[in-house]
Antibody
Framework: QRQLQESGPGLVKPSETLSLTCTVSGGSISSSSYYWGWIRQPPGKGLEWIGSVFYSGSTYYNPSLKSRVTISVDTSKNQFSLKLSSVTAADTAVYYC???????????????WGQGTLVTVSS | NFMLTQPHSVSESPGKTVTISCTGSSGSIASNYVQWYQQRPGSAPTTVIFEDNQRPSGVPDRFSGSIDSSSNSASLTISGLKTEDEADYYCQSYDSSNVVFGGGTKLTVL
């Protein structure tokens, strides 16, 4: 049974904001042992780290996406979320949520992954 | 910017051993943990090696990871190859400012 599950719209219009949620099951998102992160993969291409969040709200972002990304945590729902603004076709990708051990700086060691969700940017 | 370079593809026969390299562009690859992920077509990545050379439970001991500081590279070695090992493999590490993935290596077992 997967512990991480992504959800959100599969289609987003150009210039709008992409919003995804990752629901954590089988444990508390408020644990000080983990960071929670997002990674994406354009069709037929490699993996790109987007950023991560700690239960306290501390965040780390990929410098190339930082101006458009917000990652937040909702401990009451055991969820964390991704918002990516001003999207273009280049943001079309499978988006994965992942869990990293907290002793890896800024959530830099993803270990458990969700199944991923495809988001297409198109009008 | 810190980058990780992998061979685009490798191939080997069942039962043989294959090694996939991952070379860091700068700094010391030994300074930060390296992870390896396996991705079969149509599936999410799964971790086969974490923290340079540790295997998650359920990953067979045919998979091993190592670091070579002299060449600033990490390696994933798969012994006793099986057809089910055919997949894309990605290395991953980080520097002070970013988390980085290698470009991926397509392993063909034929």
């Amino acid at each position: 049974q997967r512990q991480l599950q992504e959800s959100g719209p599969g289609l987003v219009k150009p210039s709008e904001t992409l919003s995804l949620t990752c629901t954590v099951s089988g444990g508390s998102i408020s644990s000080s042992s983990y960071y929670w992160g997002w990674i994406r993969q354009p069709p037929g291409k490699g993996l790109e780290w987007i950023g991560s969040v700690f239960y306290s709200g501390s965040t780390y972002y990929n410098p190339s996406l930082k101006s458009r990304v917000t990652i937040s945590v909702d401990t009451s729902k055991n969820q964390f979320s991704l918002k990516l603004s001003s999207v273009t076709a280049a943001d079309t990708a499978v988006y994965y949520c992942a869990r990293s051990r907290a002793y890896c700086s800024g959530g830099s060691c993803p270990r458990e992954w969700g199944q991923g969700t495809l988001v297409t940017v198109s009008s | 910017n810190f980058m990780l370079t992998q061979p685009h593809s490798v191939s080997e026969s069942p039962g043989k051993t294959v090694t996939i390299s991952c070379t860091g562009s700068s700094g010391s690859i030994a300074s930060n943990y390296v992870q390896w992920y396996q991705q079969r077509p149509g599936s999410a990545p799964t971790t086969v090696i974490f923290e340079d050379n540790q295997r998650p439970s359920g990953v067979p001991d045919r998979f091993s990871g190592s670091i070579d500081s002299s060449s600033n590279s990490a390696s994933l070695t798969i012994s006793g190859l099986k057809t089910e090992d055919e997949a894309d493999y990605y290395c991953q590490s980080y520097d002070s400012s970013n988390v980085v993935f290698g470009g991926g290596t397509k392993l063909t077992v034929l």
